[in-house]
């Protein structure tokens, strides 16, 4: 054994033995006695600001100056014209059925009609099918000028004319099928429910929308464009990671040719009932950053994962509802006033279509800021929703300025409620600096809390 364990087996056995060893003197028995207390100073840390400093309005400012001059005037410019376009469709379409009706135009063609079949429904496809020509070759005017000629005056468009004709008359020839289906069925309803048949007649509607949100794009968008698989890369994976942590049943990202028609950005999660696709356009694609595409594409998954398609039906539906009462009794009244000289018999007559279309029309006038509104505020909803799952603000603001090519920034309060379907310029690049303030001291946000 070393030394050093020997002292220390040594002085261990000391310390065991010492209490057996050692005599403790006897010590007096104290009762009870208070514990000692002391007074503790209790103050307040001071507020240490380890986020860097971030105004939101500021930062609003500093990217809505960056559209100016010649820039910010031609997107007013062609902004606030279809202000005025909404005010001459409407009056050009009434025009038209004005004089079919004045002229007893619809009802030498419901005449026609009885003399070629027997059959109400085989007079109803006949009547609509004229209607639909007619109306179409009366209205081509207004269609050349705000689809071709004023796309290619603010430098929107791709198209040559014959181009755009082709596409004009395929969404024609959809057009037409639609009705032929539609209005037989509702001019079925009207002769069965009567007096109700507007209550009838708003579940129709209701449902070929619905149709219309599941087959659009299946059926009908690829009549126009092509879609196609987008390629590999770490952005479709990026895209179909997102989609897959949002609950969105998709295994593919397609790539459409809207470069074909147009100069504008894109891209939508469409779809319903069984049909979901995640399209972007070759234009967001060419133009933008990737942080900007994930940006576009979170706000539109925002639109499947809140469900906004049934929200836009239920309150639709209720719109829906109100113009069909609204064409009910204004066809009523406006028919026993001048029904004789119409020639216009009742509301089942297929002559007083050129009615209803007017009236519906009217109608739909009348609600813009309500249908504005409930476009508008779904997709406020959306981009708080696309912000929150892809963290990219300023990638949201650069692509909103983006859109100023053919959207108003910067509109006055008013204007934005009853002209603007879509968030302003203005309003969500706002909504993402904001949404930045909050969440400054955040990994790969406080970075960028000197941009713009």
């Known amino acids: 054994m070393s030394f050093a364990r020997i002292v220390g087996a040594a002085l261990l056995l000391a310390v065991l033995a010492a209490p057996a ?28 600001d380890t986020t860097p400093a971030f105004d939101p309005a500021q930062a609003t400012n500093k990217y809505l100056a960056r559209i ?12 606030e014209g279809g202000y005025w376009l909404q005010l001459v469709d409407l009056v050009y379409g009434l025009v038209v059925a004005g004089l079919l009706l004045g002229l007893k135009l619809s009802d030498r063609l419901r005449d026609w009609a009885e003399e070629r079949t027997r059959s109400r429904y085989g007079q109803t496809l006949i009547y609509v099918a004229a209607y639909f020509a007619i109306f179409t070759v009366a209205e081509l005017p207004l269609s050349l000028y705000e689809g071709f000629f004023r796309e290619h005056q603010y430098g929107l468009s791709n198209q040559s004319f014959m181009a755009w004709a082709g596409d004009f008359a395929i969404n024609s020839a959809v057009s037409l099928v639609v009705m032929l289906i539609a209005l037989p069925i509702l001019y079925l309803a009207i002769r069965k429910t009567r007096e109700t048949w507007w209550i009838w007649g708003s579940g ?12 659009f794009p299946i059926f009908v968008a690829p009549l126009t464009n092509h879609y196609s698989p987008l390629p590999q890369s770490p952005l479709k994976a990026s895209i179909l990671s997102l989609a897959k942590a949002n609950g969105i049943p998709v295994t593919n990202v397609y790539l459409v040719d809207a470069s074909r028609q147009s100069k504008r950005v894109s891209a939508n999660v469409s779809g319903f009932l069984g049909t979901t696709r995640i399209s972007l356009n070759d234009n967001l694609l060419t133009q933008s950053t990737p942080d900007e595409v994930l940006a576009v594409l979170g706000h539109e998954m925002g639109h499947y994962v809140m469900d906004h398609t049934t929200r836009l039906l239920l309150l639709l539906s209720l719109v829906y509802a109100g113009g069909f009462a609204f064409a009910h009794f204004g066809f009523r009244s406006l028919v026993d006033f001048f029904g004789g000289f119409w020639n216009v018999r009742r509301l089942d007559d297929i002559a007083g279509l050129p009615l209803l279309v007017a009236l519906a029309s009217i109608y739909l006038f009348i609600m813009t800021p309500v249908t504005n509104t409930i476009s508008r505020t779904t997709e406020q909803q959306a981009d708080i929703f696309g912000v929150d799952a892809v963290r990219k ?15 108003k920034l ?17 309003t969500r690049i706002q909504t993402m600096m904001t949404w930045k303030k909050e969440h400054i001291a955040s990994p790969g946000i406080r970075d960028t809390a000197n941009l713009p």
């Open 21 to 48: 060893a050692a005599q403790v003197p006897d010590l007096p028995q104290l009762g009870p006695r208070a514990a000692p207390t002391a007074h503790v100073q209790v103050g307040n840390l001071p507020t240490m």
């Open 68 to 79: 100016s001059g010649a820039a910010r005037a031609r997107s007013d410019a062609y902004f």
């Open 204 to 215: 129709l509607a209701i449902i070929f929308l619905i149709l219309q949100y599941a087959l």
């Open 393 to 407: 603000p300023d990638a949201f603001a650069t692509v909103a300025l983006k859109l100023s090519t053919y959207r």
């Open 410 to 426: 910067e509109p006055g309060a008013w204007e934005e409620a009853i002209f603007f379907d879509h968030p302003s310029g203005r």
